[in-house]
């Protein structure tokens, strides 16, 4: 028993003394040294600082600040003097005035076990009624790291979402159900307006962050069972000591509001606040500082052990289970499931009656599943389907047949999302522009294109946040911003039966159009300013091969363009295939389009990109490009190494 | 108005167009906004609504305060029970119909219900189907109590813990 408990103290105790040298925290009773001296060492260790938000000072600084102002620190100066504050801390823990030293331990439960664990306080932290209630809620728990998709119908949802789920540990042999666990998470409030403004809201904080604890059958029913996501469940082995320490800190941030940025002081980085109290070598899980994915933080726990984070689950949702369901079904009975679902057919119609007990137990099973993503998607009105769902239901119950086993999922070419390339990249290339040869930096700090290696990314999506890229050219020895794009999002999800999702795309930024030269030598770089938005739809007719076609609409924008602007429709459709373990990936496109302006100019523009997985981290592209725009045309090639971080 | 200005209106209206048009819900960061569900507005429809009792999901803090049945910031029993029959009650009528499931399972060991007896307790519901869901406007304590009544008249559930319903 002893060892079990003295067993993960150790191992803790190992990690952090191999991030940096500790100092000694013996012997500092020395009661001769003034206070704030005194302090001093323990006052640098790692689990202090992580609870006063003082691990990363540049990226806490902004939760710093919050804290501040909600009576976070003893000390004024809590918020940037460790030591200040651990001393202005136990003199509070262990004030003259009882009630006032209880209250200021039940108000800092983390704080005051640290400095109890580190002997440097010898009272009791006693009755805590309202922790002590929550806590038992809670009850004894085992970690899990819950990873929902990306919800590719918002785009405040796309880098999927990251929240922790506490388990009941299962007691005497009996099975814990999932379903009852609690989840912590970590959401900015958004009051209620339409998501593209919070989304623009978000980049610049214009929000407050909360944690909130709920139950995880609200997590599953919202993600799931509203928005299709899959949720991938890691469970997470951690010492039960850094699991307390992690609880006991959440109940400190319980009323604590914080500035929400949507790509850096998001659900991914809070989190990796919170568990950095009891993981105090998590770092970051990859990206470019300070920007925090969600797959990050699941990165970033790897780091707790070698075998901190476990094989991760799917819980698919019910219109994956629905889908995978109708695929494995005869065509009869698909065509009698719509007919039931959408009220043709009773549930006494002869043609079901007459099957055997199983297939009429499946058949209405699918058949209610079918009308209840229906109503959720709106495409069947309340009123109509809940009779008829009660209906289905009732006649099911009737059927004297087992009830079916899950669908196994795991058949599917699905991947963990840490199963993808890195969320950041950095890329050399080098190529012909038009006449023109060039040297080519990009940086793109987020997130995933077509062209990547499919696996861990949501089937059709492409984000790219503020992709820059500069060019050089040796021989006009001029340095050019080639492409800046802000935000480019395609959601493209294939059709299958029986959903139908739209296709969608919006970009905006700034990239380079050739114009008819005023010189005497080829052509006229000329950086335009461009948005970019349209609709339609994808199919995969294969496995591995994906084909859209949108209908869009263009504004372009900038001086060297007769009358300033124009504004065009545009084709847009292009097909992509990887290879079954997605080294390999080629990709095509073609936009047809119409440039208006005082004269009306056709836009026509092809390309073919292809990339190999070199290793994890890199990857090396080649592409091609043919344009015409504005009256001229003009050719590109490019070869390019990229790095993923 | 200039070029400029109106170039800039088009690439409000264009960007965000698609945009609103795909948006469902009131999310915001990497993930779920604080889910705010007052009524009906802004979610995909859910099925059964009406029969989760006006009582729908909300942004629960860190002391569970905002579980409307808590009381003085402890959960009891009962009051999870309910809170998730309301939750979920679709899905335990599904499950129900089906003969078991994990929904039924999660509302089985919130009543109190022994492991041992999670196959029993399944069979009961459904042979009952009827009697607790005998229309589409059931409300999930009327679900609950009969459902309540059903374990009590059973012998086979003596060990279970009654829950107590206060109404």
Known sequence: MLVRILGPALSLLLSLATVAPLPSFAGETDESRPPTELAAPLSEHPVWRALLHQSRRRIDANTRRALEETDFFFHEDGARKPNRELVAALAAFEAADPPAAQAARCRF??????????????????????????????????????????????????????????????????AQNELLGWTLDYTADAGGQIGAIYMLRGLVGGYRGQFSIAPYYAKTKFYGDWQDRDIWEYPLDIPNEALERILLHVWELREVTLPYYFFTQNCSEKLLEVLEVGGVTLGRGGGFPPMVAPVDTVRALEQFGPDALGTPRLR?????????????????????????????????????????ADTRARILTLAYDLLRHRTLAKQVPEDHARTRSRKLLRAR????????????????????????????????????????????????PAYHTVLDAPAGFAEGGEIRFLDTQLRYFPELNRVRLHEFTLLDVTTASPWRPPFRPLAWHTEIGIRTRMLSSRRDRGLDTEGVFRAQAGIGGALTP????????????????????????????LLRAGLSYSTPKGRYTLRTQAIAGLLTGPRTAPWLEIEVDQRVTLTPQWSATLGGRFEHAYDVGHLEGRLGLTRYF | ?????????????????????????????????????????????????????????????????????????????SARARHFASTS???????????????????????????????????????HFDALFPSDEVTSDEMLQTLDRLISEDARFAASTPLALAS
């Open chain 1, 109 to 174: 439960p983390a704080r005051f076990a640290f400095l109890k664990e580190q002997g440097r306080t010898r009272a009791e932290r006693g009755p805590c009624p309202e922790l002590d209630a929550w806590r038992e809620i809670i009850g004894d728990v085992e970690l899990t790291l819950v990873f929902p998709e990306a919800f590719l119908g918002n785009p405040a949802s796309m880098f999927g979402h990251t929240l922790l789920r506490f388990d009941p540990k299962a007691q005497d042999g009996e």
């Open chain 1, 316 to 356: 698919p949702s019910p219109a994956t289970q629905l889908q995978e369901a109708l695929r494995r079904v005869p065509r009869s009975e698909r065509l009698l499931t719509e007919r039931l679902a959408n009220g043709s057919s009773a549930p006494d119609d002869q043609a079901l009656v007459s099957l055997d």
């Open chain 1, 397 to 444: 119950s009737q059927v004297d047949a087992p009830r079916p086993e899950p669908v196994q999922i795991e058949v599917l070419p699905r991947h963990p999302p840490t199963d993808g390339h890195g969320t950041a990249r950095v890329e050399l290339a080098g190529g012909v522009q038009d006449r023109d040869a060039f040297i080519e930096l990009r940086i793109m």
């Open chain 1, 542 to 569: 294969a496995r591995g091969l994906h084909i859209f076609a949108l209908g869009e609409l263009i504004v372009e924008a900038a001086d060297g363009l007769e009358e300033k602007f124009s504004v065009g429709p």
């Open chain 2, 1 to 77: 108005m200039n070029s400029t200005m109106k170039a800039l209106m088009l690439v409000a209206a264009i960007v965000l167009a698609p945009m609103t048009a795909a948006q469902a819900d009131n999310d915001v960061g990497c993930g779920v906004g604080t889910m705010l569900m007052e009524g009906k507005t802004g979610l995909p429809y859910k099925l059964l609504a009406s029969w989760t009792n006006g009582m729908t999901m909300q942004s629960i803090s860190i002391t569970f305060g905002l579980i409307n049945c808590s009381n003085g910031g402890t959960v009891t029993a």
């Open chain 2, 89 to 127: 009650l679709d899905n335990i009528a599904r499950d129900t119909a089906m003969g078991g499931g994990e929904s039924l399972d999660a509302l089985a060991a919130l009543m109190g219900v022994q492991d041992a007896d999670r196959a029993a307790f399944a069979q009961l519901a459904q042979n």
